[in-house]
């Protein structure tokens, strides 16, 4: 089955009212999330290239906190209840998780950043935490208590055990219990504790990318750096200092103002176009697309991108792959446009925008991972 999602209210309801704002559960909304299973994520952890994190606890703690990679024997000396395993940025490695991302497109495709799965034993938790970033916890298999808080900030007191940043007595405002197919959205810091009902419990998380303004200045200052522009400080309409020993708050002004106006459209488009554009794992394209999976899943499809790929468009139109730059002819546009607007094909969907000059760059694209064919050879 392919996992798909859909808001139980208007996308602009949803925005309006809830999104950075408040919790929303959302009953029976969520479906086809029944692969990855227990062992495939268990097998995604011994994998050096996977960033993992096995915790154990729960109440009052003690809490204890193991990153991976793994190797087998970790997963044998496990207690029968009580941990949990997180696997992050799994719609890189397994490209049929990542066809989730299509149903979240009330949002801009460089917002969403992974899907991290949690697979945990009865009572098995990560503790009570806020997270900065908007998530959607999607219940795959078995069930989970949520117990949801207030809104936190950087002044909210946590427990002493600094690796893992729980709150100190969460106050439980709202509790809910999910079960397969029930979706929990959550904005950036509003406190939960999610526990295991079951000894199978799978839960997805759809993270957000939200890039610090610092990061966007680096980014920025960067890219003008290297457009090289070589223009200097002017103040024609200069009046005489009251103090000429001092840097003063208008020539602050001045100096910062003239500093963002070296920051043409231009460059701000190729900064930002380039950070949102790289991928969460940059060595997701050494897993292999599953085919089998995808073309039972799909049965229509021809084409997938692979689920590293993060391609987005700029208002140039021009397309942006995993922090490259590729400068489109107006030819070439429609068949990018559908690669970006989507992670599946068809063939009817491909044809009628399917030019030489796309096709070239497809192929190009196909070269290098970024995209595959479905391979149906393996059909009986
Ligand atoms: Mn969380």
Redesign the pocket.
């Known amino acids: 089955m392919r996992p798909t999602f859909k808001l139980a209210l208007p996308a602009q309801q949803f925005l309006t009212e809830y999104w950075q704002k408040k919790p929303l559960v959302m009953r029976q909304v969520a479906s086809g999330l029944d692969h990855p299973d227990a062992d495939t994520l268990s097998g995604l952890s011994l994998e050096s290239d996977v960033d993992s994190r096995l915790i154990t606890g729960h109440g009052d703690g003690p809490w204890n906190l193991q990153h991976g990679p793994f190797d087998e024997n970790d997963f044998r000396v496990l207690p029968r209840e009580n941990w949990t395993l997180l696997v992050q940025s799994v719609d890189c490695f397994l490209t049929e998780v990542s066809m989730l991302l299509d149903h979240f497109s009330f949002l801009p495709a460089w917002r969403l950043e992974d899907i991290m799965i949690s697979y945990a034993s009865r009572g098995g938790s990560?503790g009570p935490?806020?997270?900065r970033y908007d998530?959607f916890l999607m219940q795959a298999k078995g069930q989970r208590r949520w117990k949801i808080g207030d809104h936190c900030d950087p002044h909210t007191p946590l427990q002493e055990n600094d690796q893992l940043k729980l709150i100190n007595n969460m106050k439980v405002r709202d509790e809910y219990v999910l079960g397969p197919g029930d979706v929990l959205y959550?904005p950036p810091g509003v406190a939960?504790w999610?526990i295991a009902e079951d000894s199978d419990c799978i839960t997805w998380?759809v993270g957000f990318r939200a890039p610090s303004p610092v990061d966007i200045l680096g980014r920025l200052a960067d890219q003008a750096a290297e457009s090289g522009g070589d223009t200097l400080f002017t103040d024609p309409d200069r009046t005489v200092p009251s103090d000429a020993a001092s840097l003063q708050p208008a020539d602050i002004e001045a100096l910062t103002r003239q500093a963002f106006r070296a920051l043409t459209p231009d460059i701000q488009r190729r900064a930002l176009a380039e950070l949102l554009s790289e991928p969460s794992c940059p060595s997701g394209l050494d897993f292999d697309v599953d085919h089998d999976h995808i073309a039972a899943a799909s049965p229509d499809a021809l084409l997938v991108r692979h689920g590293a790929t993060r391609l987005i468009l700029d208002d140039q139109g021009d397309a942006w792959l995993n922090g490259n730059h590729w400068p489109l002819t107006e030819a070439a546009k429609p068949l990018i446009r559908l690669l970006a607007g989507q992670r599946l094909y068809t063939e009817a969907e491909l044809q009628p925008v399917t030019h030489d000059d796309g096709q070239d760059l497809l192929d190009e694209w196909i070269e290098a991972g970024y995209f595959a064919y479905l391979d149906f050879s393996t059909d009986e």
């Open positions: 990560v935490h806020f997270d998530v959550l939960h999610g998380s």
